[in-house]
Structure formats: C-alpha cells, structure tokens
C-alpha cells in the first residue's frame, strides 16, 4: 500500500526536451516523419509476409515478429516522446514511468532475443539444409517467439522491481525522453553495489546472452561456408545472412554501450542521443535493410502496394 500510494502521489519531471516553441516543433515534426516511416514499414512487411504464400517460410516468420515486437516496442514510448514535446508540463506519475519502463524494456528484451532465434534460423538452414523443413517447423517457430517475448518481460520485471523498491531522494527531474534505466537509477537514494550489481546482470541476460548466441551461431555458419567449394554458393549462403548481420551490429553496438557499462561513465547528453538512435533509428532502419537487400521482400511489396493501388481505385 505505501508503494500504490506514493506511485499515486510521486511525479517525475522529464529535462532533456527543448523549451523553445520553434525546437519544439522542429523535434516534434522531425520524429512525427520518423514514427509513421517506422509504423509503414514495418506494417508493409508484416502484410507482405502475411499475404504472399512464398513468404510463408520460418526466415519470415521470424521476420515478421520481429516487425510486429518493434511496432509495439515504440509504441510504448514515442507517442508519448510527441505529447510531452507539445506539453508545458513534461511529466509522469510513479506508477506511469514503471508500466512504461516494464514495457519497453521487455519488447526491447525480446527484440534481443528474436535476432538471437534468427540467427538459429539461418544457422539450421546453411548448416543442416536437408534437415531444415523438419527442425524449423511452424509451431517450434511460434515457440520461439513465444518464449523471447516472455523471457524478455519476465527480465523486465524483475529489473524494474529492482528499481522501484529503491526509495528516491528529493530530485525528481529524469535528464531524458522517457522512463529508461540509467537515468531513473540516478534518482535513487541507495546506490549499493547489490543493486548495480542485479542491473548489471538483468543486461547481460538480456543483451549479452542473446549475442553470444548468435556469435556462436554465425561462427559456425562461417566454417561451413568457408567449406563450400562453389563461388556462387558461398555468395549466396553469405547474402541470406548479412542483412541479419546489419541488424545485429546496429542494435547490439547500442544496447551494450547503454546499458553494459559502468555507472562512472554516465553522461546524460551522449545517453539521450543514444537513446534516440536505438528507440526511432534501429525499428526505422531494419525494413529497409531487409528490404533493400532481400528481393523476395521487394518483390512481395510491389505486389502488396500494387494490390491496395488497384483496390482504391476500383472503390472510387
């Protein structure tokens, strides 16, 4: 009941937005443009996946959750990022900042977890291609996803409870967009090297494992590609795997950098941008990577788009 209480009575201040009206409308204009790219594509992938039956393979099913995860993963803090950009009053309740940081850092945990799930995918089908059909099944798929998205809220709770039994001292103002670890930790009282200690392994469980995974992975799909004898067959086992490798440096290099570090190399300016690359710039970037370097995907888009054309105009 204390907790329910203050969480009814507790706010925090966000200070890392622009006070100025013309900054305001500037940054809420510019992340406006990047929300709705983020939303299109990854809605045109998940419907191209879902209306073309040659896509209906475990690569995109995988793909397609990954979309759906990262829909809902900035669903859960940029509408809020453009209300508070508009707003005199850049605040949060208790209770608010703690369901806003289990969600986003489960989705985020699960994103993890699904590039890890992606790259076992690819590692069953270049390393057991004959196996492939009867490993990756449909349903071990959906397990899967299934499973990363659960782990990755089990992690985020437990981490945030962490958090929020810490009492916090008398300053109230989060020198960021939105309710993230670092800078919430920085608002509590007891900074005991328990408490560090707990967060440092609720990352590493989140972030770290699911790496390691899938550098264990890729590195024994480079020693089966090194073994292919075929030119065009390394090329093309090589070509199924780097957009998968894109995604992955990008989102991990981020993740590890935010949260794997220590506490004595915080700084809330470098953090805020970061924050901003790994919330708008990755779910933004990866549609177009598996776009661009995928033609089945481009191919699959064309006919969606060519679809909802011809429909529209036969409606008027």
């Known amino acids: 009941m204390t907790w329910v209480n203050q969480s009814l009575s507790t706010e925090f201040v966000f200070l890392a937005y622009p006070t100025h009206p013309e900054q305001q409308i500037l940054v ?33 099913y995988l793909l397609g959750s990954l979309s759906i995860v990262e ?14 950009t508009m707003k005199r009053h850049k605040t949060i309740t208790l209770l608010g900042c703690a369901t806003q940081m289990v969600f986003f850092i489960g989705l985020g945990s699960a994103d993890c977890f699904l590039l890890a799930v992606m ?5 069953v089908a270049i390393c ?27 992690l985020s709770l437990q981490q945030v409870a962490l958090i929020f039994h810490l009492p916090f001292c008398h300053s109230k103002g989060i020198e960021h967009f939105f309710c993230d670890v670092p800078p919430v ?9 328990l408490h560090q200690l707990s967060a440092l392994i609720a990352g590493t469980l989140a972030i770290a494992v699911p790496f390691l995974l899938i550098a264990v992975s890729y590195a024994l799909i480079t020693m089966t ?15 199924t795997c780097s957009s998968h490798l894109m995604v992955v440096l990008l989102q991990y290099g981020c993740c590890m950098f935010m949260y794997l570090r220590p506490n004595s190399s915080y700084s809330p300016k470098k953090d ?16 177009l990577i598996y776009t661009l370097r995928n033609s089945e995907v481009k191919g699959a888009l064309r006919r969606v788009l060519t ?7 036969s409606c008027t």
């Open 119 to 123: 790259a076992y995918d690819r590692y």
């Open 225 to 239: 590609i090194l073994g292919i004898h075929s030119a065009s067959g390394r090329q093309r086992a090589f070509s």
């Open 128 to 154: 057991y291609p004959l196996q492939y059909p009867l490993i990756m099944t449909q349903k071990l798929c959906a397990n899967m996803v299934v499973a990363c998205v659960a782990i990755g809220f089990i």
């Open 71 to 84: 829909i809902f993963y900035t669903a859960t803090v940029v509408p809020h990022i453009l209300a508070n």
């Open 272 to 287: 805020q941008l970061l924050s901003l690359i790994y919330t708008l710039g990755t779910p933004l970037l990866n549609p």
């Open 185 to 193: 930790m920085r608002l509590t009282c007891s900074h005991s090297h």
């Open 28 to 60: 809420f204009l510019g992340i406006s443009l990047v929300y709705t790219m983020i939303l299109t594509g990854n809605i045109l992938i998940v419907a191209a996946i879902r209306m073309e039956a040659r896509l209906h393979t475990p690569m995109y």
């Open 307 to 313: 679809r909802i054309i011809f429909s529209k105009k």
